[in-house]
């Protein structure tokens, strides 16, 4: 086991099995399990000194006959799903529950039932292995999963979060230093790629079916942007205007979905990235941020990505996009927040419960 001095040592720092003590400070790498259950993924991931060893999810595709996600299944599937993904993580990562130092998880925000079990599982493992325990914010895992890559962002920077629960911005000034400057009132991103997708007869997720399309057709029809103060979005007008948009042409004829699906798809997906990086903009320019991040299951989105990546030159931005599997829901993000609050001594006592 490699060992490395230490300049300081937290004197929060929980004492457990796996610290040493000299007259001069030598302790081990630090050795985090991380469980995700906000959502539908059951996610397990084993990091080491902010670096993810392995980052596992047991996906949930039992949602999709349903056309959306369904509480009280995703509850059970997590119970069934848990302990075979945190299993998988330990062996892929070659570590042992013996060399862990902490376990972090998601405290919220999320589905209660869904919380409940990843809450539960980290609690009962933490106690049993009388490890410390690392609460995390979904939300605040999703900006910081930028440093589970080899290039990480610089502070101050700005992150656009595009998912299916969530849409916001936020100014991250450090790790434990960050501000919601704008956020949706209404569906998500990820919502209005979805609840399309439905209206349109595609599968759910509606998301990455809609991109493929996309990828075909040309966006030639508009829909009209919502016109919100600030920097907070709004999706629930662009769906009620496809809706009317498809009810009023399918009327004219029946087959217009059929002959023209690239084409709408396109339309919807350029509106939708069009209303997302306008406020992104003006976000950048009144703070004057330069370093611009995209997070989220949505960052996926190629035509996202192309006209981030586009604006983000003309603007002159640094712009940051992280890998797929640090893109959607995981536990390398929740691992890697839990690792900057291992370091900053923050942890959580066993009385801690899920928050929605
Ligand atoms: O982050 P995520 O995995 O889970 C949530 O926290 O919601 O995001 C899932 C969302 C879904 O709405 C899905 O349709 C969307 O991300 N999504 C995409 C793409 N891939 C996933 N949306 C547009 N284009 C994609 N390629
Ligand atoms: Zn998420």
């Given at each position: 086991m490699a060992l490395h001095l230490a300049t300081h040592q937290n004197p929060k720092t929980p004492k457990h099995p796996n610290t040493h003590r000299s007259s001069f400070i030598v302790h081990r790498l630090t050795t985090l399990l991380a469980i995700e259950s906000s959502c539908d993924d059951t996610a397990a991931a084993v990091i080491r000194d902010g670096e993810v060893l392995s980052n596992c999810v047991a996906g949930q595709a039992?949602?999709?006959q349903y056309g959306g996600v369904v509480p009280e299944v995703a509850s059970r599937a997590h119970q069934i799903n848990i302990v075979p993904v945190v299993d998988q993580a330990m062996r892929m990562a070659g570590v042992t529950k013996a060399?862990?130092?902490?376990?972090a998880f998601t405290r919220g925000p999320g589905l209660m039932g869904s919380l409940i079990v990843g809450v539960s599982f980290a609690k009962a493992l933490a106690l049993s292995?009388?490890?410390p325990l690392l609460e995390v914010n979904h939300l605040q895992a999703h900006v910081l999963a930028h440093f589970a890559e080899q290039r990480k962002p610089e502070f101050p920077y700005l992150c656009l979060t595009v998912s299916g629960g969530h849409t916001q911005i936020m100014l991250v000034r450090h790790f434990d230093d960050m501000e919601i400057l704008g956020a949706t009132l209404d569906d998500a991103a990820g919502e209005a790629f979805d609840k399309s997708g439905k209206l349109l007869g595609l599968g759910?997720?509606?998301?990455?079916?809609?991109?493929?399309?996309a990828r075909e057709g040309q966006a030639r029809f508009t829909f009209p942007e919502p016109s919100i103060e600030g920097f907070n979005y709004s999706f629930s007008g662009l769906k009620t205007a496809i809706l009317y948009f498809l009810q009023r042409e399918t009327k004219a004829n029946?087959?217009?979905?059929a002959q023209n699906l690239p084409d709408i798809c396109a339309s919807i997906q350029h509106t939708i990235i069009h209303i997302l990086l306008n406020k992104l903009k003006r976000a950048a320019r009144k703070t004057g941020i330069k370093h611009v991040a995209l997070a989220g299951g949505v960052s996926a989105n190629s035509g996202l990505r192309a006209a981030f990546t586009a604006l983000g030159e003309k603007e002159g931005w640094t712009t940051y996009i992280p890998a797929f599997e640090?893109?959607?829901?995981?536990?390398?993000?929740?691992?890697?927040?839990?690792y900057y609050q291992f370091l900053a001594g923050k942890f959580s006592t066993q009385d801690v419960a899920p928050v929605m």
């Amino acid at each position: 086991m490699a060992l490395h001095l230490a300049t300081h040592q937290n004197p929060k720092t929980p004492k457990h099995p796996n610290t040493h003590r000299s007259s001069f400070i030598v302790h081990r790498l630090t050795t985090l399990l991380a469980i995700e259950s906000s959502c539908d993924d059951t996610a397990a991931a084993v990091i080491r000194d902010g670096e993810v060893l392995s980052n596992c999810v047991a996906g949930q595709a039992v949602h999709e006959q349903y056309g959306g996600v369904v509480p009280e299944v995703a509850s059970r599937a997590h119970q069934i799903n848990i302990v075979p993904v945190v299993d998988q993580a330990m062996r892929m990562a070659g570590v042992t529950k013996a060399e862990l130092d902490a376990v972090a998880f998601t405290r919220g925000p999320g589905l209660m039932g869904s919380l409940i079990v990843g809450v539960s599982f980290a609690k009962a493992l933490a106690l049993s292995l009388d490890i410390p325990l690392l609460e995390v914010n979904h939300l605040q895992a999703h900006v910081l999963a930028h440093f589970a890559e080899q290039r990480k962002p610089e502070f101050p920077y700005l992150c656009l979060t595009v998912s299916g629960g969530h849409t916001q911005i936020m100014l991250v000034r450090h790790f434990d230093d960050m501000e919601i400057l704008g956020a949706t009132l209404d569906d998500a991103a990820g919502e209005a790629f979805d609840k399309s997708g439905k209206l349109l007869g595609l599968g759910y997720p509606a998301g990455p079916i809609i991109d493929k399309l996309a990828r075909e057709g040309q966006a030639r029809f508009t829909f009209p942007e919502p016109s919100i103060e600030g920097f907070n979005y709004s999706f629930s007008g662009l769906k009620t205007a496809i809706l009317y948009f498809l009810q009023r042409e399918t009327k004219a004829n029946p087959d217009f979905i059929a002959q023209n699906l690239p084409d709408i798809c396109a339309s919807i997906q350029h509106t939708i990235i069009h209303i997302l990086l306008n406020k992104l903009k003006r976000a950048a320019r009144k703070t004057g941020i330069k370093h611009v991040a995209l997070a989220g299951g949505v960052s996926a989105n190629s035509g996202l990505r192309a006209a981030f990546t586009a604006l983000g030159e003309k603007e002159g931005w640094t712009t940051y996009i992280p890998a797929f599997e640090y893109c959607t829901d995981n536990a390398g993000m929740i691992g890697i927040t839990g690792y900057y609050q291992f370091l900053a001594g923050k942890f959580s006592t066993q009385d801690v419960a899920p928050v929605m």
